[in-house]
């Protein structure tokens, strides 16, 4: 008859109770790691974006510091205060003017005082909608009131459509300035927190590859940033030359909003199609001219198209379609911010597929040898 040792019934007992100690300690971790992230939830937007626009300037916050003797606080504090005027109050006197507008339009319909001009009589030769779009103008022209009531609810939807956009737009910048600031305490402490990104990277990946794949991440974060505004510069250039060879009137005005527009990742075409309407509707060019300039216009609102794969992936240890991959469909799965965040995410994938397949067997030095070997027997 078998009989079972006292010391195995003891190392079954010390093995069971410091199993339940690992299994409590990893469950309080994990309540705890999920009672963090419900306090960070709702920051954690903000934060995202502070530390991507903080990872885009800290270049040049760095360049601005040692030209003011090494004051890292005053250089931050100068492009914080720099953004603001240059992207955040002319977006607000922006969205503000248009939300008058809408408002004074639709106070305009509701209490009938609204008056629209006679249509010209080169509106019917437009091609495939001009007699439509002429005969809907008349109506409006002589009978507004019953155009608008033929319409509803299509023209009340629409208002508070478009109220609801500006409003969201309003939102938006007001998260954009609080980001901007915390990206500017983040650049005043930028070498304590670049060493300890480092390190977190080091002690998850490991030291072989933790800093590589830091810099990795700074740099695909600064390619998308750099691709974006890039991009947005050299199209409002594009679209503002189409204007002033198109005659339209404030060129200048409409190519800083295309500019703005493509920074926050918003199409052109939002400034160009209401230019080709007035190319059409007011001035004195020839229908071939104005199809010419119609087709120009339509090229220059959708080039970000083309720009944008060729210049996000400049810089980046990554190939360039996997940045792209990445920027488009972070983009349609998370907005702007997914942008950036799914290229990065998609970059570091990439490289430790690639770092997998570099470590694969078959290219082990004793393949080598062993293939030599057999060459020799033969």
């Known amino acids: 008859m078998r009989t079972t040792d006292p010391s195995d019934d003891e190392l079954v007992r010390r093995g069971s109770s410091a199993l339940m100690d690992v299994l409590i300690r990893a469950g309080l971790i994990v309540v705890l790691a999920l009672l963090c992230y419900r306090v960070f939830s709702p920051f ?47 977006t607000a006197v922006l969205l503000s003017s248009v939300g008058d507008s809408v408002r004074g339009l639709i106070a305009d319909v509701q209490n009938n005082t609204l008056r629209l001009p006679p249509p010209r009589d080169s509106v019917a030769t437009w091609p495939i ?61 930028g070498e304590a927190g670049s060493g300890a990104m480092q390190a977190i990277f080091v002690r998850i990946i490991g030291p072989a590859r933790g800093v590589e794949f830091a810099k990795l991440s700074t740099a695909t974060i600064r390619a998308v940033a ?29 190519s800083v909003i295309v500019l703005v527009l493509g920074i926050a990742q918003v199409p052109a ?17 020839t229908t071939g001219m104005n199809a010419a300039y ?46 950036f965040v799914g290229a990065t995410l998609l970059a570091l994938g990439y490289q430790i597929f690639m770092g997998w397949v570099a470590t694969s067997p078959s290219r082990s030095p004793a393949a080598p040898a062993a293939q030599s070997d057999l060459a020799a027997g033969d």
Request: glycine letters at 12%; aromatic letters at 4%; proline letters at 4%.
């Open 44 to 90: 954690l937007t903000l934060i995202a974006w502070s530390v991507i626009l903080a990872v885009t300037l800290y270049p040049a916050q760095q360049s601005l510091a040692r030209r003011m003797g090494g004051r890292q606080g005053l250089a931050a504090t100068v492009l914080v205060l720099a953004g603001i005027v240059l992207i955040i109050v002319p």
């Open 129 to 189: 909608v001009g007699e439509k779009v002429f005969a809907i103008w008349s109506q409006a022209h002589d009978d507004l009131p019953a155009l608008v009531q033929s319409l509803q609810p299509k023209v009340g939807n629409l208002a508070r459509t478009a109220l609801g956009a500006v409003a969201g737009i309003g939102g938006a910048l007001l998260m954009f300035l609080a980001a901007i600031i915390v990206a500017g305490i983040v650049m005043a402490f």
């Open 226 to 254: 750099q691709g974006v505004i890039g991009v947005a510069f050299i199209q409002a250039i594009i679209v503002g030359v189409c204007l002033l060879i198109a005659g339209v009137p404030w060129a200048g005005v409409l």
């Open 269 to 285: 075409v939002i400034v160009t199609l209401p230019a080709i309407a007035w190319l059409w509707a007011r001035s004195d060019h």
């Open 294 to 339: 119609t087709v120009l216009l339509l090229v220059a609102g959708m080039a970000d198209n083309v720009l944008k794969p060729l210049m996000l992936g400049r810089g980046v240890d990554a190939p360039m379609p996997v940045i792209l991959i990445g920027a488009l469909g972070g983009m349609a799965t998370a907005g702007i911010l997914g942008m």
